[in-house]
């Protein structure tokens, strides 16, 4: 896209947010750079240069603009779309990989040498995966400038900089300010403060529309209890990270998702983040997935109806992968009754001053050990998911931002008691494949039928070829013509 200069020149010119983190907007004189619909009048053209990310304006000496805030953009969407190495070397890096384990972390995840994925990323992106890390540092130390009163050195540590030095110069260079004058700055336009102590708020930005009734109808719907809730108009979850547990609360808003965090170590606000924008598909484009599903004639309707419908995900692959094991073949209810049941016995308990959150998700490795007369299963299921746990325990099996998606199909098509329907919608909840898609799911034939789409799954995928690469995305159009409680806002 960044290559394309006039497409870019009409994308500034009408100041269209679609564009907002598709690509980067340098301007020469001032040596500034912008989001797509930054609100000043567009520079000359002479003087525009474009970039594909932060990190490559921020390399090549652009500082922020401070108007708009282009490091606050939603997502570039290609990640979600691709999964090549350097689509999964995204995902990664903003899963923080680089941070706790450097550049030869991210290779081995990758199965590529340093080299390689360094000479990748730079010829795509303009930066290198060290730099697209200090980008992503750089708007974490922002946020904790902005939204919390912890001291700068305690800030410089917690968003990943190796000494205050490092931290000082980099938020001068990329912000064109020193921390105590971002705060400063953000105290005069924010009002008094009135966040709770040791919680962080923030907005998560997305791109319009935003349909939140099936996004936060599916994930309050089949919450397990003790790891979410919903609350006071908020879905709340605990989370698992590296340095801690955190408790987060995500609440539409009509231009942003209202985010209050709390963690027990502000090491994980960045992967916090990363996590919660990957669950509620923040970063998708609408847009383009509307307009293909629209060129179908029998869904045009649904789409015109409720446009901007997102595909719910997790914050927690393995998580996940359990939970499908457990929902096989039965009701919403009974899935998480069973969920709830090993919460309760291995997870990890927790404290909720503001809720009802008890425990965090048990990890495989918490999991692996299950007495299988324990489990209130039939016993083929039982086999199941103590082969899945056992798989994820010692590492035959990885499902995350860095799997391949058609290799993790593959391996849990491999596993017992793994169909299709199964193995698909791990795909799309877990995995984020936007093309993964369940012919025989019993929602989507229904749907199919009452919209005179055919109903057997040969037919139907046949059908289904010309909505990708977004059939992830027409499985929430078909679902949403039923009117189970996944696809409404609680009350």
Not at 110 to 122: A, K, N, P, V
């Amino acid at each position: 896209m960044h290559t394309d200069t006039e497409r870019c020149v009409r994308a500034v010119r009408s100041k269209d947010a679609r564009f907002d983190g598709v690509f980067f907007t340098a301007v020469l004189t001032t040596r500034i750079y912008c989001r797509p619909s930054c609100p000043v009048v567009p520079p000359k053209v002479e003087n525009m240069v474009f970039h594909p990310s932060a990190a490559s304006c921020q390399r090549a000496g652009f500082r922020a603009c401070k108007r708009c805030r282009p490091d606050t953009s939603p997502g570039s969407p290609e990640w979600n779309v691709r999964a090549d190495a350097v689509a999964r070397a995204m995902r990664l890096i903003q899963d923080g990989v680089v941070d706790r384990e450097g550049v030869p972390g991210l290779a081995a995840r990758l199965g590529y040498s340093t080299r390689q994925i360094e000479r990748q990323l730079l010829a795509e992106l303009g930066a290198g995966p060290l730099a697209l890390a200090r980008a992503q540092r750089a708007q974490t130390a922002r946020l904790l400038i902005e939204t919390t009163p912890m001291p700068m050195a305690e800030i410089a540590f917690a968003a990943g900089f190796a000494s205050i030095r490092t931290f000082n110069d980099t938020v001068r260079e990329v912000f064109a300010l020193a921390p105590g004058e971002l705060r400063a700055r953000a105290a005069r336009t924010s009002g008094p403060d009135r966040t709770t102590p040791g919680v962080i708020a923030l907005r998560l930005p997305f791109r319009a529309p935003l349909n939140p009734s099936n996004l936060f109808g599916h994930l309050a719907a089949t919450a397990v209890p003790g790891v979410e809730e919903w609350r006071d108009g908020a879905y709340r979850r605990t989370l698992s990270l590296p340095h801690g547990h955190g408790i987060v609360s995500l609440a539409p808003r009509p231009d942003h998702i209202a985010c209050r965090l709390s963690l027990t170590d502000p090491r994980d606000l960045t992967l916090a983040i990363s996590r919660c924008r990957w669950m509620l598909d923040l970063d998708a484009d609408p847009v383009a997935v509307d307009e293909q599903l629209r060129s179908d004639p029998l869904l045009a309707p649904l789409v015109d109806g409720a446009p901007g419908r997102r595909v719910p995900r997790t914050v927690d692959a393995a998580e996940f992968a359990v939970r499908a094991v457990l929902g096989q073949q039965v009701s919403t209810a009974a899935a998480r009754t069973h969920a709830a049941r090993l919460v309760t016995a291995h997870g990890t308990p927790v404290e909720d001053p503001e809720g009802g959150l008890t425990h965090l998700f048990p990890t495989p490795e918490a999991l692996a050990g299950l007495d299988p007369e324990a489990l209130a299963l039939p016993r083929s299921r039982r086999t199941t998911l103590l082969t899945l746990v056992e798989a994820l325990a010692d590492g035959s099996l990885h499902l995350g931002p860095a799997s391949d998606w058609e290799e993790a199909r593959a391996r849990l098509l491999a596993l017992p008691g793994f169909g299709p329907w199964t193995t698909e919608v791990i795909a799309m909840r877990a995995l984020g494949d936007p093309d993964a898609f369940l012919p025989g799911d019993l929602g989507v034939r229904r749907a199919a039928q009452g919209l005179g789409l055919p109903t057997t799954p040969a037919a139907l995928t046949a059908r289904a070829a010309h909505w990708r690469p977004w059939r992830a995305y027409a499985v929430q159009y078909l679902w949403a013509t039923d009117t189970h409680p996944i696809n409404h806002l609680p009350a």
